[in-house]
Protein backbone atom coordinates (compact mmCIF):
# COMPACT_ATOMS: atom_id res chain seq x y z
CA UNK A 1 0.00 0.00 0.00
CA UNK A 2 1.23 3.50 -0.82
CA UNK A 3 1.87 5.64 2.45
CA UNK A 4 2.23 9.63 1.45
CA UNK A 5 2.08 12.60 4.14
CA UNK A 6 -1.31 14.02 4.44
CA UNK A 7 0.78 17.40 2.74
CA UNK A 8 3.44 17.86 1.19
CA UNK A 9 3.31 21.90 1.26
CA UNK A 10 5.98 23.03 2.15
CA UNK A 11 6.44 26.94 1.78
CA UNK A 12 5.18 30.29 0.37
CA UNK A 13 6.91 32.24 -2.45
CA UNK A 14 6.27 35.56 -3.99
CA UNK A 15 4.95 35.19 -7.76
CA UNK A 16 7.11 38.65 -8.79
CA UNK A 17 10.13 38.62 -6.74
CA UNK A 18 10.74 35.00 -5.43
CA UNK A 19 11.10 36.11 -1.64
CA UNK A 20 10.13 33.11 1.01
CA UNK A 21 7.93 33.10 3.81
CA UNK A 22 7.40 31.35 6.82
CA UNK A 23 4.48 28.73 5.62
CA UNK A 24 3.11 28.30 9.18
CA UNK A 25 2.39 31.86 10.30
CA UNK A 26 -0.44 34.19 8.75
CA UNK A 27 0.56 35.66 5.45
CA UNK A 28 -1.18 38.07 2.98
CA UNK A 29 1.02 40.17 0.41
CA UNK A 30 4.55 40.03 -0.35
CA UNK A 31 6.12 43.31 0.56
CA UNK A 32 6.36 44.38 -2.71
CA UNK A 33 2.59 43.69 -2.85
CA UNK A 34 2.47 40.65 -5.20
CA UNK A 35 0.26 37.64 -4.34
CA UNK A 36 2.57 34.54 -2.65
CA UNK A 37 2.28 31.20 -4.33
CA UNK A 38 2.25 28.39 -1.99
CA UNK A 39 4.74 25.19 -3.06
CA UNK A 40 5.22 21.50 -2.23
CA UNK A 41 7.82 19.06 -2.39
CA UNK A 42 6.65 17.47 -5.63
CA UNK A 43 9.89 15.78 -5.88
CA UNK A 44 9.28 13.83 -2.32
CA UNK A 45 5.50 12.81 -3.26
CA UNK A 46 6.84 11.47 -6.89
CA UNK A 47 9.22 9.59 -4.95
CA UNK A 48 6.35 8.23 -2.58
CA UNK A 49 3.73 7.84 -5.28
CA UNK A 50 4.35 7.66 -8.58
CA UNK A 51 1.18 7.86 -9.82
CA UNK A 52 -2.09 9.15 -9.18
CA UNK A 53 -3.08 5.48 -8.36
CA UNK A 54 -3.49 6.47 -4.75
CA UNK A 55 -6.25 8.86 -5.48
CA UNK A 56 -8.91 6.33 -7.13
CA UNK A 57 -10.34 5.05 -3.95
CA UNK A 58 -11.10 8.43 -2.14
CA UNK A 59 -13.98 10.18 -1.58
CA UNK A 60 -15.15 12.44 -4.60
CA UNK A 61 -14.74 15.65 -2.74
CA UNK A 62 -11.68 18.15 -3.44
CA UNK A 63 -9.72 16.42 -0.56
CA UNK A 64 -8.72 13.58 -2.19
CA UNK A 65 -5.99 15.40 -3.81
CA UNK A 66 -4.75 16.40 0.00
CA UNK A 67 -1.02 15.89 -1.01
CA UNK A 68 -1.72 18.79 -2.96
CA UNK A 69 -3.21 20.86 -1.02
CA UNK A 70 -1.57 23.10 1.90
CA UNK A 71 -3.83 21.94 5.01
CA UNK A 72 -1.53 19.68 7.01
CA UNK A 73 -3.59 18.11 9.13
CA UNK A 74 -7.49 16.19 8.35
CA UNK A 75 -7.88 17.47 12.07
CA UNK A 76 -8.38 21.23 10.14
CA UNK A 77 -10.13 20.36 7.06
CA UNK A 78 -13.77 22.30 6.66
CA UNK A 79 -16.01 20.78 4.57
CA UNK A 80 -19.61 20.68 2.98
CA UNK A 81 -18.62 17.62 0.72
CA UNK A 82 -17.62 20.36 -2.37
CA UNK A 83 -15.79 19.06 -5.59
CA UNK A 84 -16.00 16.83 -8.22
CA UNK A 85 -18.57 18.29 -10.58
CA UNK A 86 -19.48 16.65 -13.18
CA UNK A 87 -18.33 16.91 -16.87
CA UNK A 88 -21.57 17.16 -19.36
CA UNK A 89 -21.26 16.78 -23.06
CA UNK A 90 -22.83 19.71 -24.89
CA UNK A 91 -23.47 17.68 -28.35
CA UNK A 92 -26.01 19.78 -29.46
CA UNK A 93 -23.91 22.97 -28.87
CA UNK A 94 -20.90 21.38 -30.22
CA UNK A 95 -23.03 20.56 -33.36
CA UNK A 96 -24.17 24.02 -33.90
CA UNK A 97 -20.56 25.22 -33.48
CA UNK A 98 -19.02 22.60 -35.71
CA UNK A 99 -16.74 21.13 -32.82
CA UNK A 100 -17.38 17.39 -31.99
CA UNK A 101 -15.99 17.18 -28.15
CA UNK A 102 -17.37 20.06 -25.97
CA UNK A 103 -17.91 19.43 -22.58
CA UNK A 104 -19.00 22.00 -19.74
CA UNK A 105 -17.54 21.65 -15.99
CA UNK A 106 -20.36 22.84 -14.12
CA UNK A 107 -19.20 24.41 -10.64
CA UNK A 108 -22.99 25.52 -9.84
CA UNK A 109 -23.58 22.14 -8.07
CA UNK A 110 -21.12 22.97 -5.68
CA UNK A 111 -22.10 23.71 -2.85
CA UNK A 112 -23.35 27.73 -2.13
CA UNK A 113 -23.89 26.59 -6.21
CA UNK A 114 -20.84 28.12 -7.29
CA UNK A 115 -17.09 27.67 -7.60
CA UNK A 116 -15.73 29.96 -5.19
CA UNK A 117 -16.90 27.04 -2.42
CA UNK A 118 -13.61 25.27 -3.23
CA UNK A 119 -11.24 28.24 -2.84
CA UNK A 120 -13.27 29.16 0.89
CA UNK A 121 -13.00 25.65 1.69
CA UNK A 122 -9.45 25.46 1.48
CA UNK A 123 -8.83 28.78 2.36
CA UNK A 124 -11.18 28.99 6.05
CA UNK A 125 -9.32 25.17 6.79
CA UNK A 126 -6.14 26.79 6.39
CA UNK A 127 -7.12 29.78 8.32
CA UNK A 128 -8.69 27.45 11.11
CA UNK A 129 -5.64 25.17 11.31
CA UNK A 130 -3.47 29.09 11.32
CA UNK A 131 -5.34 30.45 14.33
CA UNK A 132 -7.67 32.93 12.38
CA UNK A 133 -10.77 33.78 14.26
CA UNK A 134 -11.95 36.82 11.86
CA UNK A 135 -12.10 37.13 8.06
CA UNK A 136 -13.41 40.15 6.35
CA UNK A 137 -13.45 40.75 2.12
CA UNK A 138 -15.34 42.50 -0.44
CA UNK A 139 -16.95 40.64 -3.28
CA UNK A 140 -18.79 40.63 -6.03
CA UNK A 141 -21.02 38.32 -4.26
CA UNK A 142 -20.67 34.38 -5.03
CA UNK A 143 -17.33 34.78 -3.04
CA UNK A 144 -18.87 36.60 -0.09
CA UNK A 145 -21.47 34.20 0.18
CA UNK A 146 -19.19 31.03 0.14
CA UNK A 147 -16.62 31.84 2.53
CA UNK A 148 -19.64 33.27 4.97
CA UNK A 149 -20.71 29.72 5.03
CA UNK A 150 -17.54 27.79 5.34
CA UNK A 151 -16.45 30.35 7.95
CA UNK A 152 -19.60 29.63 9.66
CA UNK A 153 -19.43 25.87 9.70
CA UNK A 154 -15.60 26.08 10.96
CA UNK A 155 -17.29 28.89 13.90
CA UNK A 156 -14.68 31.76 12.39
CA UNK A 157 -16.18 35.39 12.36
CA UNK A 158 -16.97 37.24 9.09
CA UNK A 159 -17.27 40.79 7.72
CA UNK A 160 -19.08 41.02 4.11
CA UNK A 161 -19.04 44.04 2.02
CA UNK A 162 -20.59 43.65 -1.55
CA UNK A 163 -21.74 46.09 -3.73
CA UNK A 164 -25.47 46.78 -3.88
CA UNK A 165 -26.28 45.48 -6.80
CA UNK A 166 -25.03 42.32 -6.02
CA UNK A 167 -27.40 39.38 -6.65
CA UNK A 168 -29.85 39.47 -4.13
CA UNK A 169 -29.46 35.81 -2.94
CA UNK A 170 -25.64 35.91 -2.73
CA UNK A 171 -27.08 38.78 0.04
CA UNK A 172 -29.16 36.41 1.91
CA UNK A 173 -26.48 33.42 1.83
CA UNK A 174 -23.96 35.76 3.76
CA UNK A 175 -26.75 37.52 6.11
CA UNK A 176 -28.17 34.05 6.55
CA UNK A 177 -24.72 32.61 8.05
CA UNK A 178 -24.60 35.08 10.19
CA UNK A 179 -21.90 37.61 8.74
CA UNK A 180 -21.96 41.11 9.40
CA UNK A 181 -22.87 42.48 5.70
CA UNK A 182 -22.38 45.48 4.47
CA UNK A 183 -23.73 46.76 0.97
CA UNK A 184 -21.91 49.30 -0.87
CA UNK A 185 -23.08 52.28 -3.69
CA UNK A 186 -20.41 51.37 -5.71
CA UNK A 187 -17.80 48.68 -7.20
CA UNK A 188 -15.79 45.51 -5.55
CA UNK A 189 -13.01 47.94 -5.09
CA UNK A 190 -15.30 50.94 -2.71
CA UNK A 191 -16.13 47.71 -1.01
CA UNK A 192 -12.97 46.91 -0.48
CA UNK A 193 -11.94 50.17 0.71
CA UNK A 194 -14.93 50.11 3.11
CA UNK A 195 -13.37 47.50 5.24
CA UNK A 196 -9.56 49.02 5.62
CA UNK A 197 -10.16 49.75 9.22
CA UNK A 198 -10.95 46.10 10.18
CA UNK A 199 -7.38 45.61 9.06
CA UNK A 200 -5.59 47.94 11.96
CA UNK A 201 -3.21 45.62 13.89
CA UNK A 202 -4.78 44.44 17.61
CA UNK A 203 -7.00 41.70 19.32
CA UNK A 204 -10.08 42.45 17.60
CA UNK A 205 -8.35 42.68 13.95
CA UNK A 206 -9.58 40.85 11.32
CA UNK A 207 -7.96 39.24 8.10
CA UNK A 208 -8.28 39.77 4.56
CA UNK A 209 -8.85 36.79 2.83
CA UNK A 210 -10.00 38.75 -0.99
CA UNK A 211 -8.45 37.70 -4.19
CA UNK A 212 -5.54 36.33 -4.12
CA UNK A 213 -4.28 38.82 -0.80
CA UNK A 214 -3.92 35.04 1.06
CA UNK A 215 -2.35 32.17 -0.72
CA UNK A 216 -4.70 29.61 0.13
CA UNK A 217 -8.20 30.20 -2.15
CA UNK A 218 -6.19 29.81 -5.15
CA UNK A 219 -5.27 25.83 -4.09
CA UNK A 220 -8.86 25.32 -3.71
CA UNK A 221 -9.49 26.45 -7.16
CA UNK A 222 -6.87 24.50 -8.64
CA UNK A 223 -8.67 21.69 -7.74
CA UNK A 224 -10.76 22.54 -10.88
CA UNK A 225 -7.24 21.54 -12.76
CA UNK A 226 -7.12 18.41 -11.15
CA UNK A 227 -10.32 17.39 -11.57
CA UNK A 228 -10.29 17.94 -15.15
CA UNK A 229 -7.07 16.00 -15.66
CA UNK A 230 -8.52 12.80 -13.41
CA UNK A 231 -11.62 13.03 -15.50
CA UNK A 232 -9.82 12.89 -18.64
CA UNK A 233 -8.31 9.76 -17.80
CA UNK A 234 -5.00 11.63 -16.12
CA UNK A 235 -4.93 13.37 -19.82
CA UNK A 236 -5.54 17.51 -20.91
CA UNK A 237 -8.21 18.53 -22.75
CA UNK A 238 -6.73 21.17 -25.49
CA UNK A 239 -8.84 24.14 -24.63
CA UNK A 240 -10.63 25.14 -21.25
CA UNK A 241 -12.81 28.55 -21.60
CA UNK A 242 -12.51 30.58 -17.95
CA UNK A 243 -14.87 33.23 -17.09
CA UNK A 244 -12.40 35.82 -15.65
CA UNK A 245 -13.09 38.38 -13.10
CA UNK A 246 -10.07 38.11 -10.58
CA UNK A 247 -9.03 35.20 -12.28
CA UNK A 248 -8.03 32.89 -9.53
CA UNK A 249 -9.58 30.20 -10.78
CA UNK A 250 -7.24 30.34 -14.41
CA UNK A 251 -3.98 30.70 -12.40
CA UNK A 252 -4.88 28.30 -10.39
CA UNK A 253 -5.40 25.50 -13.11
CA UNK A 254 -2.68 26.56 -14.56
CA UNK A 255 -0.59 25.71 -11.01
CA UNK A 256 -2.89 22.40 -11.02
CA UNK A 257 -1.25 21.09 -14.45
CA UNK A 258 1.74 22.29 -14.01
CA UNK A 259 2.25 20.87 -10.81
CA UNK A 260 1.06 17.01 -12.36
CA UNK A 261 3.75 17.56 -15.22
CA UNK A 262 6.56 18.09 -12.48
CA UNK A 263 5.33 14.91 -10.71
CA UNK A 264 5.15 12.97 -14.05
CA UNK A 265 1.36 12.23 -13.18
CA UNK A 266 0.32 13.73 -16.26
CA UNK A 267 1.88 14.03 -19.90
CA UNK A 268 1.84 16.11 -22.61
CA UNK A 269 1.03 19.57 -24.01
CA UNK A 270 -0.88 22.21 -21.33
CA UNK A 271 -4.69 23.09 -22.24
CA UNK A 272 -4.73 26.44 -23.71
CA UNK A 273 -6.72 28.42 -21.45
CA UNK A 274 -9.27 31.04 -22.71
CA UNK A 275 -9.90 34.17 -20.40
CA UNK A 276 -13.17 35.24 -21.05
CA UNK A 277 -14.29 38.49 -20.15
CA UNK A 278 -17.34 40.92 -20.75
CA UNK A 279 -17.20 44.25 -22.96
CA UNK A 280 -18.16 46.67 -20.17
CA UNK A 281 -14.86 45.71 -18.18
CA UNK A 282 -12.18 43.89 -20.14
CA UNK A 283 -9.02 44.33 -18.47
CA UNK A 284 -7.08 41.59 -19.03
CA UNK A 285 -8.09 40.86 -22.89
CA UNK A 286 -7.02 44.64 -23.70
CA UNK A 287 -3.59 43.88 -21.96
CA UNK A 288 -3.70 40.76 -24.43
CA UNK A 289 -4.26 41.93 -27.24
CA UNK A 290 -1.68 45.28 -26.39
CA UNK A 291 0.81 42.43 -25.72
CA UNK A 292 1.62 43.77 -22.09
CA UNK A 293 2.40 41.16 -19.25
CA UNK A 294 0.23 43.50 -16.86
CA UNK A 295 -3.40 45.01 -17.12
CA UNK A 296 -4.43 48.20 -16.84
CA UNK A 297 -7.63 49.51 -14.37
CA UNK A 298 -10.53 49.51 -16.59
CA UNK A 299 -12.80 52.75 -16.38
CA UNK A 300 -16.31 52.77 -15.83
CA UNK A 301 -16.32 48.89 -15.69
CA UNK A 302 -20.26 47.70 -15.72
CA UNK A 303 -21.89 44.41 -17.30
CA UNK A 304 -25.02 41.64 -15.89
CA UNK A 305 -22.12 39.15 -15.74
CA UNK A 306 -21.61 40.60 -12.45
CA UNK A 307 -19.21 38.13 -10.88
CA UNK A 308 -16.44 39.74 -13.61
CA UNK A 309 -16.95 43.10 -13.00
CA UNK A 310 -13.54 42.88 -11.47
CA UNK A 311 -11.76 46.18 -12.94
CA UNK A 312 -8.51 45.97 -11.80
CA UNK A 313 -8.01 42.66 -11.30
CA UNK A 314 -4.76 42.20 -8.43
CA UNK A 315 -4.02 38.88 -10.19
CA UNK A 316 -3.33 40.38 -13.69
CA UNK A 317 0.44 39.81 -14.31
CA UNK A 318 -0.57 35.94 -13.33
CA UNK A 319 -3.10 35.57 -15.42
CA UNK A 320 -1.53 36.67 -18.68
CA UNK A 321 1.48 34.46 -17.52
CA UNK A 322 -0.86 31.57 -17.72
CA UNK A 323 -2.40 32.82 -21.08
CA UNK A 324 1.28 32.74 -22.67
CA UNK A 325 2.83 29.60 -21.25
CA UNK A 326 -0.38 27.81 -22.39
CA UNK A 327 -0.45 29.69 -25.76
CA UNK A 328 -3.97 30.36 -24.91
CA UNK A 329 -6.03 33.73 -25.62
CA UNK A 330 -8.83 36.29 -24.30
CA UNK A 331 -11.82 37.37 -25.76
CA UNK A 332 -14.33 39.78 -24.88
CA UNK A 333 -18.36 39.36 -25.54
CA UNK A 334 -21.40 41.71 -25.60
CA UNK A 335 -24.10 41.35 -22.60
CA UNK A 336 -26.20 41.01 -25.70
CA UNK A 337 -24.33 37.96 -27.10
CA UNK A 338 -24.07 36.33 -23.69
CA UNK A 339 -27.42 36.60 -22.58
CA UNK A 340 -28.75 35.16 -25.73
CA UNK A 341 -26.32 32.44 -25.33
CA UNK A 342 -27.28 31.95 -22.07
CA UNK A 343 -31.28 30.94 -23.24
CA UNK A 344 -30.01 29.32 -25.99
CA UNK A 345 -28.04 26.63 -23.79
CA UNK A 346 -31.34 26.10 -21.91
CA UNK A 347 -33.17 25.61 -24.34
CA UNK A 348 -30.77 22.80 -26.51
CA UNK A 349 -29.12 21.13 -23.42
CA UNK A 350 -31.18 21.64 -20.56
CA UNK A 351 -28.00 23.93 -18.59
CA UNK A 352 -29.16 26.72 -16.95
CA UNK A 353 -25.69 28.74 -16.36
CA UNK A 354 -24.91 31.55 -14.81
CA UNK A 355 -24.30 34.84 -16.57
CA UNK A 356 -20.44 34.01 -16.44
CA UNK A 357 -21.00 30.63 -17.91
CA UNK A 358 -22.50 32.19 -20.43
CA UNK A 359 -20.22 34.20 -21.83
CA UNK A 360 -17.76 31.23 -21.99
CA UNK A 361 -20.45 29.61 -24.37
CA UNK A 362 -20.73 32.49 -26.74
CA UNK A 363 -16.48 32.81 -27.01
CA UNK A 364 -16.50 29.23 -28.23
CA UNK A 365 -18.71 30.39 -31.39
CA UNK A 366 -16.34 33.49 -32.04
CA UNK A 367 -13.35 30.94 -31.52
CA UNK A 368 -14.60 28.85 -33.65
CA UNK A 369 -15.70 30.54 -35.92
CA UNK A 370 -11.92 32.21 -36.03
CA UNK A 371 -10.35 28.99 -36.50
CA UNK A 372 -8.56 28.84 -33.31
CA UNK A 373 -10.24 25.79 -32.00
CA UNK A 374 -10.35 22.60 -33.80
CA UNK A 375 -13.64 20.33 -34.70
CA UNK A 376 -12.01 17.30 -32.92
CA UNK A 377 -10.46 18.98 -29.94
CA UNK A 378 -11.64 18.65 -26.30
CA UNK A 379 -12.78 21.31 -25.63
CA UNK A 380 -14.23 22.36 -21.85
CA UNK A 381 -16.46 25.72 -20.93
CA UNK A 382 -15.85 26.49 -17.28
CA UNK A 383 -19.79 27.21 -16.01
CA UNK A 384 -18.69 29.13 -12.67
CA UNK A 385 -22.04 29.01 -11.31
CA UNK A 386 -26.03 28.05 -11.16
CA UNK A 387 -28.39 30.39 -13.14
CA UNK A 388 -31.02 29.80 -10.78
CA UNK A 389 -29.04 32.36 -8.41
CA UNK A 390 -29.01 34.91 -11.36
CA UNK A 391 -33.18 34.43 -11.54
CA UNK A 392 -34.13 38.15 -11.38
CA UNK A 393 -32.10 39.08 -14.14
CA UNK A 394 -33.95 36.39 -16.68
CA UNK A 395 -36.71 37.81 -19.10
CA UNK A 396 -39.67 35.20 -18.58
CA UNK A 397 -42.06 35.09 -21.49
CA UNK A 398 -45.50 33.46 -20.03
CA UNK A 399 -48.78 34.50 -20.51
CA UNK A 400 -51.09 35.31 -17.25
CA UNK A 401 -54.57 33.16 -17.47
CA UNK A 402 -57.73 33.99 -15.56
CA UNK A 403 -59.65 31.40 -13.64
CA UNK A 404 -61.12 29.56 -16.29
CA UNK A 405 -59.20 29.81 -19.15
CA UNK A 406 -57.87 27.27 -20.68
CA UNK A 407 -54.62 26.70 -22.50
CA UNK A 408 -54.95 25.49 -26.47
CA UNK A 409 -52.92 24.00 -29.10
CA UNK A 410 -52.62 27.36 -30.90
CA UNK A 411 -51.05 28.91 -27.38
CA UNK A 412 -48.25 26.55 -27.36
CA UNK A 413 -47.49 26.07 -31.22
CA UNK A 414 -44.20 27.08 -30.78
CA UNK A 415 -40.60 25.96 -31.91
CA UNK A 416 -39.86 22.49 -30.74
CA UNK A 417 -37.62 21.99 -28.19
CA UNK A 418 -33.61 23.14 -29.08
CA UNK A 419 -35.88 25.76 -31.90
CA UNK A 420 -34.91 29.54 -31.85
CA UNK A 421 -34.91 31.45 -28.27
CA UNK A 422 -37.96 33.86 -28.01
CA UNK A 423 -37.63 37.19 -28.38
Known amino acids: MIQTRFSYFNGLRCSACDETYDPDAVQGLCRCGAPLLAGYDLAALAADAPGPDLIAGRSPDLWRYHELLPVRSPDHVVSLGEGMTPLIPLDRLGSEFGLNRVTMKDEG ?34 AGAAWATYAARAGIRAA ?10 TRAECDITGAELFLMDGLIGDAGAALRPLLAPGEDSYFDVSTLKEPYRLEGKKTMGLELAEQFGWRFPDVILYPT ?20 WVKGRLPRLVAVQAEGCAPIVKAFEAGLDRAEPWPDAHTVAFGITVPNPLGGALILQALAESDGTAVAVSDDDLVVAQRRLSQIEGCFVCPEGAAAVHALGVLQKSGWIGEDENVVILNTGSGIKYSDQVKVHAPVLSIGDVVTPAMVAGPEAGGSPRA
Open 109 to 142: LLPTASFKARGAAVGISRAKELGVRRICMPTNGN
Open 160 to 169: VSMPIDAPLV
Open 245 to 264: GGGVGLIGMHKAFSELVELG
